[in-house]
């Protein structure tokens, strides 16, 4: 039985009243993972932005 199998199983075993709260929780780890990348891509883009804002780098896409 894989991991996704075992917590389908968990799940059906939680007593309704707990369900809200269940489900808040993997919203919120939904949500952890969207930010983490937001995070990466923000942080990538003043690393890379040396190189996009050059001349020769406006040069070489103008072309396309």
């Known amino acids: 039985m894989n991991k996704k199998e075992l ?5 059906n075993q939680v007593p ?3 369900i809200d709260e269940v489900l808040d ?6 949500m952890k993972v969207t930010k983490e990348k937001l995070d990466t891509a923000i ?3 003043s690393s890379l ?8 780098e406006d040069k070489a896409w103008q072309g396309l």
């Open 16 to 18: 309704e009243p707990f």
């Open 49 to 56: 932005e040396k190189d996009w804002l050059r001349t020769e």
């Open 43 to 45: 942080a990538s883009e």
């Open 7 to 11: 917590l389908i199983n968990e799940l």
């Open 25 to 30: 929780f993997v919203h919120f780890l939904k």
